[in-house]
């Protein structure tokens, strides 16, 4: 990237998922349950450095065991933290998930306020985003202010400074007021990024059309967009550039929990982007871009719990060769 910054800058929330001890049961069923670090921004960053490359976390976690906890997690995973704040009023966010026998995930959230939503735009680490060679971000930060005036703040140095702007909304209906809120301003901030990935649930969400053909997924493309993605599970991905467009399959695994999947995939896209940022320019590398990110959320998906699951390089070149 422009002058020879590799590092990934990444904003929101991180946060306690609770999982229940037995698969296939609704949150009233379960036993009991274990704690999970979680929070899809965290995610990014950890697949990032798990695969060899330089990130980084900006975000509010709660001045308690949880949070220490979180900030130590990054720490042990090679994320500079230096994002990192702590609020001494409010906790760090706490999810309840389970996955249903029906293979549908169910979410129970504590965050009323939890600590990531009052992080402030004074609270930033100026000189940490200035670094960024991508800027990645969620929509959950753009629920409730302080946090959605920070997250805007953020995108504009990130952007001044000459990042790529990197978007994954990451939608958890049950944390917005309404679909329709929901809707409104995860849009709000859509043409300002370069790089947009969404599942095929969230494509459904944003356009209204159950589809994922081209006519489709292109009522969410931008002109100023440089690369659009749809994923599709064990399907693999669609993507969508101004030049040229495909999907890549993905690779056939025992899947046992697909938490943190989605993460391992784009943590993987946007390093390969910052180490060849041409990759952008030409079908053949974005491709070959992409098939490492799909083997990547694959490997993520054969294991329970997303950051322990993250794969090295290792084990992605292993499954690529395999197959």
């Excluded at 965050?111 to 959950?140: C, Q, W």
């Excluded at 809120?181 to 859509?190: D, H, K, M, N, Y």
Aim: hydrophobic share 45%; with cysteine; glycine share 8%.
């Amino acid at each position: 990237m422009a002058g020879g910054r590799e590092l990934v800058v990444s904003f929101g929330e991180m946060l306690i998922d609770f999982v229940p001890t037995v698969a296939g049961v609704s949150l009233a069923e379960a036993p009991a349950f274990v704690k999970a670090p979680g929070g899809a921004p965290a995610n990014v960053a950890i697949a990032v450095s798990r695969l060899g490359g330089e990130a980084a976390f900006v975000g509010k976690l709660g001045d308690d065991e949880f949070g220490r906890m979180l900030a130590a997690i990054l720490r042990d995973n090679g994320v500079d933290d230096g994002g990192v704040v702590f609020d001494a009023g409010a906790r760090t966010a706490l999810a309840f998930v389970t996955l249903r026998a029906d293979g549908e995930r169910e979410f129970m959230f504590y965050r009323n306020p939890s600590a990531d939503m009052l992080l402030t735009a004074d609270e930033l680490n100026v000189e940490l985003i200035k670094r960024a060679a991508v800027f990645h971000y969620g929509s959950i930060s753009l629920i409730a202010e302080p946090c959605r005036s920070a997250h805007l703040r953020a995108m504009e140095i990130a952007k001044e400074a000459g990042a790529l702007l990197s978007y994954d909304p990451n939608l958890r209906e049950a944390l917005w007021p309404s679909r329709d809120e929901a809707r409104t301003q995860i849009l709000s901030i859509w043409d300002q990024a370069d790089i947009v990935k969404v599942s095929e649930v969230e494509l459904e969400f944003l356009t209204g059309i159950d589809s994922v053909e081209d006519d489709v997924v292109m009522k969410l493309w931008r002109p100023n967009m440089k690369l659009l993605l749809v994923t599709l599970g064990d399907q693999g991905c669609k993507y969508y550039t101004r030049d040229f467009r495909g999907a890549v399959p993905s690779y056939k695994v025992q899947q046992v929990d697909t938490t943190g999947a989605g993460d391992a995939f784009v943590g993987a896209l946007l390093l390969k982007i910052v180490q060849d940022p041409s990759s952008l320019q030409d079908q053949k590398k974005l491709e070959e871009a992409i098939k490492f990110s799909n083997a990547c959320g694959a490997i993520t998906a054969t294991k329970k719990g997303a950051i322990p699951s993250l794969p090295t390089e290792a084990e992605v070149l292993q499954l690529i060769e395999k197959a």
